[in-house]
């Protein structure tokens, strides 16, 4: 597929892409790491299902439904392809939040004793599945600052470490590569939360042994995404969902025999059109070239850090060249200034972002106004946001 050159396209073209866009002309979008915008092309790939191939793939001795059957088996081995997984280690879920909470409850049911790891930036939905599930289980619950700690801390009693590959907050990225070298030693289960990273650069399955991530952060539809877990792990683990797909027979009382198969793991009517969705998302990811993606994103992210530095009493908690960026207005609440921008129809975000442990570590506020860029966020959208910030009038008495 020849890569298109997204960075020579003009702002406008960019934007003419996702209809988001188009019915709200005035937006200022700025809370991509919470949900992004969906393209023209993938909106169309709902749509056609709906219109022309809706049925069940349990329908299987007809033309459609082997169609539907042939296309999710090419969405799995798209996202496969993504990661540098097998195919037989994806399985579809309702996104990050639902993958972390079946892994925690599969890990939960063969491990007893020792320590599982977090950082102290993680998303609570990879912390508080874990701690519910573990904890009649006899584990210490360790939490770590950076990546340094983390490596000091994995131990022979280290089970499971669960990170984030890059954060929601304040954009730490940890070295995978060299962290699952340590866990490999210790025989210690990584668990890549992918949600934020996957959009924004490389995520490779060769560095964890669990990954999890969300359509909705990839230009996909909510309620769609994947969990990916090692083939010897996965032998290992039963599923913790039951019905309709993976069921071979039942017979007698109460015995029944389970398919040998992806599907066992995914009972029930799928989300059809949300995962064929999700395959058209990474369709439209791919038709970019990732480091172009990257140097344009980082473009304006330092132009955001910039300009808003020129704004009387801001406090910036985020590097130069951060695609997120937290800030506060000195002895205005977060929550305030989100509230005085959305009024004015731009997007950001305020508070800890799920994160709620950062608030422990020493020189972090509690609370803070998040922006967070995607490819379609320009120079103007900076612009509009810190003039509007500057003219804050009597809302924000301090300016």
Not at 93 to 119: H, P, V
Request: proline share 2%; charged share 25%.
């Amino acid at each position: 597929m020849k890569k298109k050159k997204w960075e020579k396209m003009k702002d406008n073209k960019r934007k003419k892409i996702f209809p988001m866009f188009k019915n709200n002309l005035d937006i200022i979008y700025l809370d991509n790491a919470a949900l992004t915008f969906k393209p023209k092309s993938v909106i169309k790939k709902g749509v056609e299902f709906y219109e022309k191939f809706s049925i069940s793939t349990r329908t299987a001795d007809s033309k459609i439904g082997i169609k539907i059957a042939n296309d999710l088996r090419n969405v799995r081995q798209k996202i496969a392809n993504f990661v540098q997984s097998n195919e037989n280690e994806v399985i579809f879920t309702q996104g990050t939040t639902d993958g972390l909470n079946q892994i925690a409850s599969m890990l939960s049911r063969i491990t007893n004793n020792g320590e599982i790891i977090f950082s102290y930036f993680n998303h609570s939905s990879a912390i508080v599945p874990f701690i519910e599930n573990f904890k009649n289980k006899n584990i210490v619950f360790k939490y770590c600052e950076d990546e340094n700690s983390i490596l000091k801390s994995i131990n022979k009693n280290t089970k499971i470490l669960i990170i984030p590959q890059t954060t929601n907050n304040f954009q730490i990225k940890f070295d995978l590569k060299k962290i699952y070298k340590k866990c490999k030693k210790y025989n210690t289960i990584l668990i890549n939360d992918a949600a934020q990273a996957i959009a924004h650069t490389k995520v490779d399955f060769n560095y964890c042994d669990v990954l999890v991530f969300s359509s909705n952060k990839i230009y996909g539809p909510t309620g769609s995404g994947a969990l990916i877990v090692k083939e010897d792990i996965l032998s290992k683990l039963s599923p913790i969902k039951w019905g309709g797909g993976q069921v071979q027979d039942i017979y007698q009382t109460c015995s029944w025999n389970m398919r040998n198969s992806i599907s066992k793991w995914e009972p029930g009517t799928l989300n059809f059109a949300g995962i064929l969705q999700m395959g058209e998302a990474l369709n439209f990811l791919n038709s970019f070239n990732i480091k172009k993606i990257q140097k344009y994103e980082t473009e304006i992210a330092n132009y955001a850090y910039d300009e808003l530095l020129k704004i009387k009493n801001i406090t910036i908690d985020s590097k130069r060249g951060d695609t997120i960026i937290l800030f506060n207005i000195n002895s205005v609440s977060s929550q305030d200034v989100a509230s005085y921008l959305g009024n004015r129809n731009i997007y950001v975000r305020a508070g800890a972002f799920c994160a709620y442990k950062f608030k422990e570590v020493n020189n972090l506020s509690n609370s803070y106004v998040r922006i967070s860029l995607a490819l379609y966020n320009n120079k103007n959208d900076i612009d509009v946001l810190v003039e509007t910030l500057k003219n804050g009038g009597n809302f924000i008495e301090i300016f």
